[in-house]
């Protein structure tokens, strides 16, 4: 028993190891005779990483420390696997604790480390765990010291607990696994021959938001890791992937990772290690395949990700789509919470991220392209680029209308999805320029009886329409009806989803109204005696494309672009400055 | 694909041959390969004042109706505010436009007209410290 310290007293917070940890120390120590020791690396406060000294001279109750050791976790250290924590090694039965040449050896090293505060002292040997011992293995015990710096920096010996972190387990149940153990020997033949794959086997250590966190690779396509916090299962890991910077740099960028520390981990695990995989779920799409078909390879352009765009966007990834552009500036408010598919925790994010958020906690492997800025600044014919289909869902009709154009002149589809006064009733538009349908704007735009059916436009908001009171199943029923829409759409016209837009298409029936409440507006009188009729109910309107339409007639125009609104900026700018005020205006 | 602007449309024209016989609002075309419109000017009812000048240009995507930009005086600070100028997302760029009714944009040069004589009259009279009557 060393000096100062009694076979009682144990101070401190416990040394955290993983569980891979200690069946490497009773795989590679514990059971080889005679003593065999190494060093201990740790990231934060959690020790996960033995280095082996094979360099060593051991006798039965002798481990000489070899030169290469110190080396080696400096090597290791340098490439960032972890910091030097202490060292295990075993002593023969019956001898627990470190002895004074474990604790003098230890102090030197300490002596050597100023940037160090502690280190501790494993021993590793044969018998039943004692109150304060760690079990090893079914035979083995392990008891715990650390040799820490007091106030005046002298070195003092402590006894501590441990406890075993059960990371190696919970990532194995979730099929990653975690190197805890190298050598020497191992170290120095692979750094000689296979650098790279040693590295790729061995965690590493990456800071995140200040914490140092354990980076474990996850098997993929992509670069694809969970980077564990020290204090894990409390504290959750983070799911991320890496991506190349303009200026080809690796750049880790994190995944959503949400983590409840009260239920199972494993599956939470294997949840966060399928995100940073983007990996989907098998199976996922079954019962919507035979009527939709593979929609991965579809990208989608959400405009708006209020109570219509979230709720299509998630039965469109629901169904397979792939890839999505959203467009919002908003971000999530209390209100949103009753009609949309946000949650408490998404309130006060961009809409966009929310969105995203969620479209991939149901498909991990689902790309999401971000954008947090007005329709009207986002420059939009770089957005339709590799689009799809195009869902126009915002709540400001000249955004709606502007994208309708866009996306026309694009020679792509569009579902465009509004409702009207207390959601009582909504429209869907179907526009398909290759199908020679009518515009957005013939169908639903100024000027039409769909106009006036709409909310007042609120000038504080820029003339965009007012949020109206409303339920959320009603907003839902609309949307679903554009949703099935976009899914038919996207399917085509042989798909069981498509086969019924077909006939709507060819006859130009392209404005679908759905009244949510029975008796709604022309309803009545469309519906008159037919009692058994009740909401929801719908009429599909014949469009036709208005010949001087500058979208959809004769001849088209194009949308104002980034040139014209420079143009007219330059045109109001110059004239202000070039008036002659003292004479009549004259221009040229 | 290019806009295939040709100059003042037949529409416009007709609408100004009894809008304004003898031009004297000095109405001008103003067109290039992307942007279709016309500048005028407008006499206000309150002395002392110089004449208002206006900017209205097509915009395609609303159905070809009219944005108004005030070109003199310069009062977006001053009257920049959602009951009688909004800021409209116009290629990207907010462009200080007469708030039509409901922020929409307007038909036609006759209703162009209108609207920018409302917006003249209530904004003249602020001017002259008068109180205009309608619009607070």
């Known amino acids: 028993m060393p000096t100062g310290q009694s076979e009682g007293d144990v101070t401190g917070a416990p040394v955290r190891i993983t569980d891979g940890l200690v069946d490497a120390i009773l795989a590679r120590l514990a059971t080889v005779p005679p003593e065999r020791g190494g060093a201990l690396l740790a990231a934060g406060g959690l020790v996960h990483l033995l280095v082996e000294d094979s360099s060593a001279r051991y006798s039965r109750t002798s481990w000489d420390i070899s030169t290469a050791l110190s080396a080696t976790v400096g090597e290791i250290e340098a490439a ?369 009886p769909s106009d006036s059916y709409r909310p007042d436009r609120d000038y504080g908001l820029h003339g965009r329409l007012a949020g109206e009171s409303a339920l959320g199943p009603s907003v839902h029923l609309v949307a679903g009806v554009a949703a099935s829409a976009a899914l038919g759409l996207l399917a085509g016209p042989r798909s069981q989803a498509g086969r019924h837009l077909k006939r709507l298409l060819s006859q130009r029936r392209t404005l679908g109204l759905i009244a949510t409440t029975p008796a709604w507006g022309f309803f009545k009188t469309v519906f008159a005696g037919m009692d058994h009729q009740h909401a929801p109910q719908s009429v599909w309107v014949r469009v036709d494309p208005d010949a001087n339409c500058p979208v959809c007639g004769a001849c088209p125009v194009p949308p104002l672009d980034a040139q014209a609104g420079t143009e007219i900026a330059a045109i109001i700018s110059e004239r202000r400055q070039n008036f002659d005020h003292e004479s009549p205006v004259r221009f040229p | 694909m290019p806009a295939a602007h040709l100059g003042p449309s037949p529409a416009d024209v007709e609408i100004l041959r009894w809008l304004d016989p003898g031009n004297a609002e000095d109405w001008t075309p103003v067109f290039t390969a992307r942007i279709t419109g016309w500048t005028f000017r407008l006499t206000p009812p309150f002395s002392g004042q110089r004449p208002f000048v206006f900017f209205a240009f097509r915009c395609p995507s609303d159905g070809n109706a009219f944005r108004i930009a005030v070109l003199e005086p310069d009062m977006d600070a001053e009257y920049g505010h959602a009951r009688h100028m909004i800021r409209a997302h116009v290629g990207g760029r907010l462009i200080p436009v007469i708030c039509g009714p409901e922020g929409k944009p307007t038909k036609d040069l006759a209703m162009v007209r209108a609207h920018a004589a409302k917006w003249m009259a209530y904004t003249s009279a602020r001017m002259s410290g008068l109180n205009p009557g309608f619009s607070l």
């Open chain 1, 80 to 448: 960032g696997h972890g910091t030097l924590a202490g060292t295990v090694h075993t002593h023969p039965p019956g001898v627990p604790e470190p002895s004074s040449t474990d604790i003098a050896t230890t102090r030197d090293a300490l002596g050597l480390n100023p940037h160090l505060g502690e280190l501790v002292i494993a021993i590793v040997t044969e018998g039943t765990p004692r109150e304060h011992d760690l079990p090893v293995g079914s035979r083995h015990r392990m008891s715990l010291h650390v040799l820490r710096r007091n106030h005046t920096g002298q070195p003092s010996l402590a006894r501590v607990r441990g406890a075993v972190v059960p990371l190696a387990a919970d990532l194995a149940a979730a099929g990653i696994t975690i190197a805890s153990a190298t050598s020497i020997t191992s170290w120095r033949r692979r750094r000689r021959g296979r650098t790279a794959r040693l590295r790729a086997e061995l965690p590493t250590v990456i800071t995140l938001n200040h914490s140092p966190r354990l980076a474990v690779r996850v098997r993929s396509a992509r670069p694809a890791a969970l980077l564990i916090h020290p204090g894990y299962p409390q504290v959750g890991p983070v799911a991320v992937t890496g991506r190349q910077d303009a200026g080809g740099l690796a750049v880790l960028q994190p995944l959503p990772s949400p983590w409840d520390p009260v239920t199972e981990p494993c599956p939470q695990l294997a949840a966060l290690a399928r995100a940073a995989a983007g990996r989907r779920i098998a199976g996922s799409t079954k019962r919507v395949w035979p009527v939709v078909g593979a929609l991965s390879g579809r990208r989608v352009l959400i405009a708006g990700a209020g109570s219509v765009g979230s709720r299509i966007a998630e039965d469109l990834v629901r169904s397979g789509v792939g890839a999505f552009t959203v467009i919002d500036p908003d971000r999530v408010e209390a209100p949103n919470l009753a009609r949309t598919i946000y949650s408490a925790a998404d309130i006060g994010a961009p809409k966009p991220d929310a969105l995203a958020r969620r479209l991939q906690a149901i498909d991990p492997a689902a790309v999401v392209d971000r954008h947090a800025t007005p329709l009207g600044t986002t420059d939009l014919p770089r957005a339709l680029a590799g689009v799809s289909l195009v869902v126009a869902a915002t709540d400001d009709m000249t955004e709606q209308a502007l994208l309708a154009h866009h996306a026309y002149a694009a020679g792509l589809p569009l579902v465009a999805c509004a409702l009207y006064k207390k959601a009582a009733a909504g429209e869907v538009v179907l526009s398909v320029p290759a199908a020679g349908t009518a515009c957005w704007w013939c169908a639903v735009g100024a000027g039409t």
